[in-house]
Every structure is written in C-alpha cells, then in structure tokens.
C-alpha cells in the first residue's frame, strides 16, 4: 500500500554532498521500495523517459494514453519542448523544415503547443547557459502548474523527481545553478507537505 504522505514528508531530507552531487539513484530507489505494483509501473515508465533511446514516437503515444495525468500532460509538454528545439535547430541549420520534427500521427497535423512563441523566444538567445536556464525554469513552472491541485499523490510524488532530474542535471553543469534549484525545490515540499496537511484537517 502506498503512504504518499510519508514519502512527500521523507524528501525534505534530501541533501547535495560536498562534492555537488545528488544522489539521485538513492532518492528514487526509496520512493521505489514504498510504492504499490501499480504506482510502480507508472513510475518506472515516467523515469524511462528520461533514456535518449527511448524518446521515440511509441514513447510518446503510451505517455500520452497513460492513464496517469501527469504522465500524460509532463511528457505532452516535453514533446512540444523538443520539437521547439528541432525546429529552430532546423531554421538555424538551413535544414527543410521539418526535418527530425516528431509526428505522433502522419496522417494527422500536431496538435498545437500553446508555449511554442515562449519556447521559441527562449531559445533565439545567445547566452546559452540563459537559454538553458530559462528552459528549466519553463520547465520547473509547468510541473507546478500540473500538481498544484495534488494532495498527497503519485502525481505529487512523480512531480518532485522531474525536479530532482532538473536539479541533478544543473549540479553537473554549474554547481552555484544547481544548489539554487536544489533550495527552492526543499523549501517547495516542506511549503507543499504543510498546505496539504491543512487541507486535510
């Protein structure tokens, strides 16, 4: 049986070591270990979509029937994040248009990606650390847009480990970025853990 509360409780713990790493793995094996057969199938799927080899039309298709609304509205999103990235990088190239762009349906036209002008816009600056930066902040701003409404769920769970990847990804790239996400996400779940306990009362 799942304990969502306990899990949303546990995350606060999370520290960066002195050597600005996450440890990502760690986190995700003890949400694991606490979740029912059937959560743990969504979750499995939702962290197989961060493996290149899996960003594929058929990836997309099941995310976008999974009957987790999360999953389905997350990975909604990073379909339109990277074909944004294809087309530009198409433009800017001189490639035809619509080289590498991901079509779920041939026989149909994509549906419309209400960030595309915002996505575009980013992605024309010249300070690519910028661009990155306010992809992921894009990013953070839509996966709490998808759980503002959750109260103690998978979909709460499943949100927090999108940003432990974000978090895990900055680390890597500039420590002083990461420690700054890494921050805001633990002063989110204790903020969110509080609101939630209210709510219940």
């Known amino acids: 049986m799942n304990n969502y509360e306990y899990i949303i409780a546990s995350l606060p713990n999370i520290q960066v070591d002195s050597s600005q790493n996450l440890d990502t793995d760690c986190i995700i094996e003890e949400i694991k270990e606490q979740l029912s057969s059937n959560d743990l199938n969504l979750f499995e799927f939702f962290l ?44 800017a190239l001189e490639r035809p248009a619509g080289t590498d762009v991901l079509v779920l349906d041939p026989d149909k036209d994509n549906p419309p990606f209400e960030y595309e002008d915002e996505i575009m816009s980013i ?43 974000i978090i895990d990804r900055w680390l890597k790239l500039d420590a002083e970025t990461g420690k700054a996400y890494f921050r805001q996400l633990v002063n989110e779940i204790r903020a969110t853990y509080d609101n939630k306990k209210k709510q219940q009362i």
């Open 48 to 91: 197989s979509g961060y493996q290149a080899d899996n960003m594929n039309a058929d990836f997309y298709i099941k995310a976008l029937q999974s009957r987790c609304r999360f999953i389905r509205e997350y990975f909604s999103f990073d379909l339109g994040l990277r074909n944004c990235k294809v087309t530009y990088l198409n433009d």
């Open 123 to 165: 992605l024309s600056g010249r300070d690519i650390v910028k661009r990155e930066k306010a992809l992921d902040d894009k990013m953070w701003e839509v996966i709490d847009d998808l759980a503002a409404m959750e109260v103690f769920s998978l979909d709460l769970i499943l949100s927090f480990v999108a940003k432990i990847k």
